[in-house]
Nanobody, 126 residues
Framework: QVQLVESGGRLVQAGGSLRLSCEAS????????MGWFRQAPGKEREFVAV?????????NYADSVKGRFTISRNNAKNTVYLQMNSLKPEDTAVYYC??????????????????WGQGTQVTVSS
């Protein structure tokens, strides 16, 4: 099992960039696929991106962030990242990282993940 702590969220102007980090405790980080979700005010939590376990050779993105966001991982640091470029006001949300032992190509949902961080706030001003 892993415990997750996100960081890096802040206020940024539209068009800017931000990198979120999620550090995991425990020795099994490498064996977890890791995902990012976000929740805007008044909306449900939604899938953003996921990266496969071990080498992270497979990734999947929500259509709304494809081409702008990049997920990556550093197993030596027990950390998964979300690089966010060309940010838009509609990217404003609390961003959560999550861990799972499963993998599938598409159709990621909240209940696919068993471990969640507390979230980090990203605010994009217009």
């Amino acid at each position: 099992q892993v415990q997750l702590v996100e960081s890096g969220g802040r206020l940024v102007q539209a068009g800017g960039s931000l990198r979120l980090s999620c550090e995991a405790s425990g020795s099994t980080f490498s064996s977890h696929a890791m995902g990012w979700f976000r929740q805007a005010p008044g909306k449900e939590r939604e899938f953003v991106a996921v990266i496969s376990s071990w080498s992270g050779s497979s990734t999947n993105y929500a259509d709304s962030v494809k081409g702008r966001f990049t997920i990556s991982r550093n197993n030596a640091k027990n950390t998964v990242y979300l690089q966010m470029n060309s940010l838009k006001p509609e990217d404003t949300a609390v961003y959560y990282c999550a861990g799972t032992y499963i993998w599938k190509r598409t159709g990621w949902a909240l209940n696919d993940f068993y471990s969640w961080g507390q979230g980090t706030q990203v605010t994009v001003s217009s």
